[in-house]
Structures are given as structure tokens and as C-alpha cells.
């Protein structure tokens, strides 16, 4: 189990690492990356902040809720904090399981769950202005 | 205040830029809950949005609104996350 916040870039493949064992049949990566669009607008790049003394713990409560679901499921996560370039990797959940369909279901619950309940923030730089985005929305900063 | 609890509030995101400040230490009346000093961080920072807009943390976990806070606790309002609440 391994659950980082990082300001350096995130390689998939150590997460990978981290999750593999002799009786993991299956590893499904999720890889969040830096798109150069958003809401129409052309996008130049991003800023993640993180609550990282709440984060990281959270991380491991879905980690651990993760292995209550599917109990030969091990999981890493890792979220990039700071500025990020077009590309770059924002975010990473890798999760191995003896079989497939539980890996991804596993992975794909996990994401999902990062997405609602880690206190990291994006901030969009984009042709319109700077926004944060807090789900649906994008709230512009004056 | 007769008695009063000292606690320290931080800003992350959107309310760090709102409330112009990182952290702010604060003392509240005894029996205060995690709303009660919502309210006064409004009152001191007019710019912050609407209690429903935000969820509330104590010491690194999300609390009901109704909890109490105590001395030396850590609190922090957190807008909707990147991929929403």
C-alpha cells in the first residue's frame, strides 16, 4: 500500500511496482493526465493545492475500504500537487487483484472516490481566465 | 468570553484566496459547533462563500456541521474537490 502526494512527476509504473505480487493476476492503472482543453477553451496548464495533512490520510481510508470491498486487492495511489504542463500525470490509482473484473472495478471505485472526498484543488489556466474547478463547475478567480 | 476555546482555522483553494489569509487562530465561546465558527469566519471574511457551498473538517476528518470544537483543534472549510463533492 502506498499513498503519496508529490510535487515531482508521478511515474504509473512505480505504482505498478507496488502493487504487483506473485499471485495478482491482473493490475489496473488509472493515469489522469493534463488535457489541453476544458469547458471549450484551450488550456496552457494547471495548479493542484492539497490539504496534504487530510489528503493523504483520506487516501488510505479508500485504500483500506478498497480491500474491505475486494479483499486481495492491493492498491497505491499518488496525486501530483503544484504546477502541471500539458501531458504531465495529475493523478495515479493502481490496483492489483488475482483476476480482472475486480481490478478494474476495484480501480475505477477508487478514482471515482479520490475524485470525491481528497482535498486537492484544480486550478485551470485557460484562454478565458483562471478558474478553480470544483466539480461541475468553474469558479473564476477575480 | 467567559470561556473561550482556541482554535486554528486553515484556508485551502478558492476560501484561501476569499479569506486573503493561510491560517487564522481564533477563540470561540465554549459549546461552539463547526457552523458557529463558520458564521464568524464570515463575519471577519465577507467574501466567503455560503455554509452550503463547503464541507466542514476537524483535525484532518469531515464533521457534521453540529460537532463541538475544542482547544487546540484544527479546522478547515473545504470547497467541492476537483471532481466534485
Known sequence: MRYDITTGPIDPRELEAAVTHSGAGAICTFSGIVRDNSRGQSVTHLDYEAYAEMAVPQMRKIGQEIKDRWPEA???????????????????????????????????????ELKQSVPIWKKEHAADGTHWIEGDEAKPVP | MAVAVGIRIRFFARLREQAAVETESIEVAKGSTLADVYAILRGNHPALPGQVAVRAALNQEFADWNTTVAAGDEVVFIPPVSGGF
Open chain 1, 74 to 112: 492491493r492498491v497505491a495511489m499518488a496525486h501530483r500537487t503544484g504546477h502541471l504542463e500539458i501531458g504531465e500525470v495529475s493523478v495515479v490509482v493502481s490496483v492489483s487483484c488475482p483476476h480482472r473484473a475486480e481490478a478494474f472495478a476495484a480501480c475505477r471505485w477508487g478514482i471515482d
